[in-house]
């Protein structure tokens, strides 16, 4: 499956924005999705996922209630809605695709599939 992130850009602090991870290729709805992020000078990190049915959904603590991963598995795609955005969560966002099921959805290296990734920029 291919991965296609975007709908990144600049905000000011408090300001929302929503990704999308268009899915091409095999449908969707047959892997678990996450979202990660890289900032400058720090290693990727983990911030959202969701089951294949979208029944379950896991946050990072650093996003919890600002942020809402949700998935449409007709038009093959998954969302982050990213509210609130604060200037620590600027960085390059990735969605990822995974085939296994369980838990470790936080471990990138659980993940078979990666987009190319978006740039998500806050300033104060």
């Known amino acids: 499956v291919q991965l296609q992130a975007s709908g990144g850009g600049s905000v000011q602090t408090g300001g929302s924005l929503r990704l999308s991870c268009a899915a091409s290729?095999?449908?969707?709805?047959?892997?678990?999705v996450g979202w990660f992020r890289q900032a400058p000078g720090k290693e990727r990190e983990f911030v959202a996922a969701?089951?294949?049915?979208?029944?379950?959904?896991y946050y990072a603590d650093s996003v919890k209630g600002r942020f809402t991963i949700s998935r449409d598995n007709a038009k093959n795609t998954v969302y982050l809605q990213m509210n609130s955005l604060k200037p620590e969560d600027t960085g390059v966002y990735y969605c990822?695709?995974?085939?296994?099921?369980?838990?470790?959805?936080?471990?990138?290296?659980?993940?078979?599939?990666w987009g190319q990734g978006t740039q998500v920029t806050v300033s104060s």
């Open positions: 290729g095999r449908y969707l709805s047959t892997y678990g």
């Open positions: 969701i089951t294949r049915g979208g029944g379950n959904t």
């Open positions: 990822a695709a995974r085939s296994i099921i369980g838990s470790y959805y936080y471990s990138d290296r659980t993940y078979d599939y």
